[in-house]
């Protein structure tokens, strides 16, 4: 069965770097595009961005460049999000989820979601 | 903030029906992008309920279903349910933005 199962949580202080990771199993690694969603105590679903899983090839949303990075290990089917100089609204759950096949160069939804990663940025 | 608008609540007895509205605009929904939700139980990651406007993943029960009108959309919980207590978010693509865009999300309390 599909699984994406991501790292455990991390506590940071501010100015400090993390690195998450997503493994996914149970499906052709590179079949599928990663993507990265953030959710803040209390808050909403926020896309980060993407990851070609083919390519490598990172796409961000706005307000989601400069610090962030995503990553692949395809020889581990391994996703990694990298946040640096960290601060306290970096605060939230992140999760990796699968994107479906695109429809018309158009992500046709998330089908599968690791089980989140909360980091915490304090002093 | 989303350019998808959700109400914040809804409730509903058990066994009623309750809709959840989703608003976007011309450069979104109305530009004919799909339109897909997810239900985030408490505590939990999100899980795709309705993928393009109105298909159901395998296992998800026909107690929920998506319309599309417009720039609007809905997703609607028939039979209401205690397990069905949870937040709901619509989801789709904004061509002005180029992203993916999440609505405001609803909680559903069954009362």
Same mark, same amino acid.
């Given at each position: 069965?599909?699984?994406?199962?991501?790292?455990?949580?991390?506590?940071?202080?501010?100015?400090?770097?993390?690195?998450? =990771?997503?493994?996914?199993?149970?499906?052709?690694?590179?079949?599928?595009?990663?993507?990265?969603?953030?959710?803040?105590?209390?808050?909403?679903?926020?896309?980060?961005?993407?990851?070609?899983?083919?390519?490598?090839?990172?796409?961000?949303?706005?307000?989601?460049?400069?610090?962030?990075?995503? #990553?692949?290990?395809?020889?581990? #089917?391994? =996703?990694?999000?990298?946040?640096?100089?960290?601060?306290?609204?970096?605060?939230?759950?992140?999760?990796?989820?699968?994107?479906?096949?695109?429809?018309?160069?158009?992500? #046709?939804?998330?089908?599968?979601?690791?089980?989140?990663?909360?980091?915490?940025?304090? #002093? | 903030?989303?350019?998808?608008?959700?109400?914040?609540?809804?409730?509903?007895?058990?066994?009623?029906?309750?809709?959840?509205?989703?608003?976007?605009?011309?450069?979104?929904?109305?530009?004919?992008?799909?339109?897909?939700?997810?239900?985030?139980?408490?505590?939990?990651?999100?899980?795709?309920?309705?993928?393009?406007?109105?298909?159901?993943?395998?296992?998800?029960?026909?107690?929920?279903?998506?319309?599309?009108?417009?720039?609007?959309?809905?997703?609607?919980?028939?039979?209401?349910?205690?397990?069905?207590?949870?937040?709901?978010?619509?989801?789709?693509?904004?061509?002005?933005?180029?992203?993916?865009?999440?609505?405001?999300?609803?909680?559903?309390?069954?009362?």
């Amino acid at each position: 069965q599909v699984q994406l199962l991501q790292s455990g949580s991390e506590l940071k202080e501010p100015g400090a770097s993390m690195k998450v =990771s997503c493994k996914a199993s149970g499906y052709t690694f590179n079949y599928y595009a990663i993507n990265w969603v953030r959710q803040a105590p209390g808050r909403g679903l926020e896309w980060m961005g993407w990851i070609n899983t083919r390519t490598g090839n990172p796409t961000f949303a706005q307000g989601f460049t400069g610090r962030f990075v995503f #990553s692949l290990d395809t020889s581990v #089917s391994t =996703s990694y999000l990298q946040i640096s100089s960290l601060k306290a609204d970096d605060t939230a759950v992140y999760y990796c989820a699968r994107g479906r096949p695109m429809v018309r160069g158009i992500l #046709s939804g998330f089908d599968y979601w690791g089980q989140g990663t909360l980091v915490t940025v304090s #002093s | 903030q989303s350019v998808l608008t959700q109400p914040p609540s809804v409730s509903g007895a058990p066994g009623q029906r309750v809709t959840i509205s989703c608003t976007g605009s011309s450069s979104n929904i109305g530009a004919g992008y799909d339109v897909h939700w997810y239900q985030q139980l408490p505590g939990t990651a999100p899980e795709l309920l309705i993928y393009d406007n109105t298909n159901r993943p395998s296992g998800v029960p026909d107690r929920f279903s998506g319309s599309k009108s417009g720039t609007s959309v809905s997703l609607a919980i028939s039979g209401l349910q205690a397990d069905d207590e949870a937040d709901y978010y619509c989801q789709s693509y904004d061509s002005s933005l180029s992203t993916y865009v999440f609505g405001t999300g609803t909680k559903v309390t069954v009362l």
